[in-house]
């Protein structure tokens, strides 16, 4: 629903975080892997020289979307659990996203 006051403006919109696509568009540099004949798939943030790879600061991303974009819901969209108690999982809540599996 459209607010229509010039106010604060509602929080109404709902967002899906594809974590796959979120890792892999971010902390893999195919310029460095190219360049330093490292396989795309096992390159690490840490081999990239050209500073292209960067890490998310899911927390800060979170603020964003709320922000930006309005967002009210976000779900950190994962295509599986390994273990539900993993500190990973806890930092991805603790952000304010929604784990969805
Ligand atoms: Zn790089």
Redesign the pocket.
């Known amino acids: 629903m459209n607010s229509i006051s010039k106010g604060q403006p509602t929080l109404s919109n709902i967002a899906f975080v594809d974590a796959q696509n979120l890792h892999l568009g971010t902390t893999k540099?195919?310029?460095?892997?190219e360049?330093r004949a490292i396989d795309f798939k096992d390159i690490k943030l840490s081999?990239?020289?050209?500073?292209?790879?960067w890490e998310v600061d899911l927390a800060k991303f979170r603020v964003y979307l709320k922000e930006k974009y309005h967002v009210a819901e976000a779900y950190y969209v994962l295509g599986y659990v390994q273990d539900k108690n993993d500190e990973l999982y806890k930092d991805i809540q603790k952000a304010g996203f929604i784990i969805f599996v």
């Open positions: 540099c195919r310029n460095c892997s360049k081999d990239c020289v050209c500073g292209s790879a």
